[in-house]
């Protein structure tokens, strides 16, 4: 599991970033051993992007492998 945490009160505490948005599952293919990063569908919920425009779609993400992943977060830093 990967989680994107952000402070909750105190120092010492910390929630998962825009609640279950944060959480993102990591499982290894079992054809090629690469770890893939996937987030489950928030169906039933509504989101909307930091301009306040909604998202389109359920929020699922596709698997992507672990690295590209990873790079593209630090890109968006």
Known sequence: MLLFLE???S???YQVAGLSQG???IERDPAT???LVTRPSFA???LFQSDGGPV???GALEKVPLEQFVS???RSD
């Open 33 to 35: 051993g690469k770890r």
């Open 11 to 13: 120092a010492s505490q």
């Open 23 to 25: 959480r993102f599952e």
């Open 7 to 9: 402070p909750c009160g």
């Open 72 to 74: 593209e977060v630090l």
């Open 44 to 46: 039933g919920v509504e």
């Open 56 to 58: 389109k779609g359920d």
